[in-house]
């Protein structure tokens, strides 16, 4: 759920009130909220101290947190304050990187994995770092051996290198390069449409991508 985003300079009582508005209007003990934290585009956004007036308030409605602002100092704040200081069985108070290249940072810290628009393009990859890592509970006591974090880490440079490839400022946006990708390897060039506001790539761009995936030896052998 992101914040209200057409007035920017908001209070954080105004936020607290917004979103308890809508706990108290749905008035279901079943709902679960995961604030969406990113300032790239809502400009708006969560802070600390909001969210543990949410918790404190809505302890069972408020469920988590996906961080997309790109900075790790940021996400490793909530961590500190809500993931690692309380624990996760104790809370329930997830956190998520918006992407991968912060996932083995956000495990390791008491975080509970990604929610990343690569995914849609690298699974596989990403799932296989995931499955790598334990319980935040588990790491704690149980430190990997320096055999697994190499692994681990092996696992997380091979995804931030595919992550680069599409995140790269020569193309439209990422979205559009992640259509062209499908629509490169699946051989069908409807994936490569987009809507507006975003635009597609051009021919030159698509050869440019086609080109630099297949230097870093990227595959999707599921897509057909």
Known sequence: MLPPVYYKDVSEEGLYRYFSEV?????DTRLKIYLYH??????VGITPKLVERLLKAYPSA?????DSSGDWNNTKTFLDAFAVRVGRAVSGFDVFVGSESFLLANMRNGGVGTISATANVNPAAIHKLYAKLDSPRQRTQHPPSHEATAEQEALQ???NVVREVFSSRKFPSM????KQAIAIYRNDPEWSRV???LVDLTKEQAKLLAAELK???FTMPEIA
């Not at 990113?38 to 400009?43: F, G, M, N, Q, R």
């Not at 408020?62 to 996906?66: L, V």
């Open 157 to 159: 440079a091979r995804l």
């Open 23 to 27: 706990v108290q209007g749905v008035g």
């Open 38 to 43: 990113i300032p790239p585009v809502a400009i």
């Open 215 to 217: 230097a870093i030896g």
């Open 62 to 66: 408020i469920a988590g947190m996906k």
């Open 175 to 178: 979205i559009a390069a992640l």
């Open 195 to 197: 809507r507006p506001p």
